[in-house]
């Protein structure tokens, strides 16, 4: 019987490799977390590095405060408000339009499409995410707005509502397809239950199948406003270059990624102040966008206890 036992018994040699292998992957997963902590690490202190100057000749009120942005000028002024209010002005049309049209693309998809149909339109949705945003932004500014000119009166040449209606299309595919999948990991048991408590398809979709898919549903939403937020070519093609403080998005304004192409294909000396405005508004986008998932981040902790 202990020879039968004994012959099943991993041998030593095969037990050492298994660890050794275990190890390894260990080592492989610890250093691919390590690595992504490092490269944010690595943005952030380059950005306040770079920053610092900035900061220690123009005082954060004025910069936070200031309605002018003219770091060129002969009379330089650094007030980040009007490309923080054009590149809100721009992300803000975008969620509005995606938001809404990608959360009932996704419940379609998820509920109520035959599988024929989500296995068609949920690829083609996804190949709008290949198509170059330099397209978009010349799509933007040579089709849609002359189209638009001819029912909205005082629309401009470079505008902020077009590029924001570009960048909701833009987005529309990563809300659509994280959305869905997050629903689709809805466990079928809680369709069923809610089904057996006599609730229609609609009712078991809005008070269950959305609220378990909260989470996903809220990570669709803030990777789709970090990527409205963060977009440049769309807005530097197509919303113009000049820091413009405006209520108007009939009106063209630079946003803070716009002026940092602007400025960093110019001929600027490197280490003076008007390079640094390029860190300084780099950070100021960074911490608009970390902003965002702190917001997301409690709001999924709060449903959760909600629910």
Do not use: C
Request: aromatic share 14%.
């Amino acid at each position: 019987m202990s020879s039968s036992a004994d012959a099943f018994r991993p041998s030593e040699a095969f037990l050492r490799r298994r660890r050794l292998i275990d190890l390894g992957m260990r080592a492989v997963l610890f250093l691919s977390a390590a690595l992504s902590v490092f490269v944010t690490a690595a943005i952030v202190y380059v950005l306040v590095s770079e920053s610092w100057g900035f900061f220690t000749e123009v005082s954060l009120w004025t910069f936070l405060t200031d309605t002018q942005w003219t770091p060129v000028f002969a009379q330089p002024r650094y007030g980040i408000l009007p490309l923080l209010t054009a590149t809100l002005w721009a992300a803000g049309i975008a969620i509005a339009i995606a938001i809404p049209f990608g959360t009932v693309l996704a419940v379609y998809l998820s509920e109520y499409a035959p599988a024929a149909v989500r296995e068609t339109v949920k690829p083609m949705l996804e190949l709008f995410g290949a198509i170059p945003t330099v397209v978009y932004g010349y799509f933007a500014l040579l089709f849609l707005t002359p189209l638009f000119q001819t029912f909205i009166p005082g629309l401009t040449g470079f505008n902020l509502l077009v590029p924001g209606i570009v960048l909701g299309i833009m987005i529309l595919p990563y809300i659509v397809s994280i959305s869905e999948d997050a629903m689709r990991a809805v466990p079928a048991s809680l369709r069923e239950g809610a089904f057996a408590l006599g609730m229609t398809r609609l009712q078991t979709t809005f008070k269950v199948i959305i609220p378990g898919a909260f989470s996903g549903i809220t990570a669709a939403y803030l990777l789709g406003m970090s990527r409205a937020v963060g977009e440049t070519m769309v807005l530097a093609i197509a919303a113009g270059q000049n820091p413009n403080l405006t209520a108007d998005p009939r009106e063209g304004a630079a946003t803070i990624t716009s002026y940092i192409v602007q400025m960093s294909l110019g001929d600027l000396p490197h280490g003076s102040l008007a390079y640094q405005t390029i860190f300084a508004a780099g950070l100021a986008l960074f911490l608009l966008t970390l902003f965002f998932n702190i917001v997301g981040f409690f709001l999924r902790r709060r449903f959760r206890e909600a629910y």
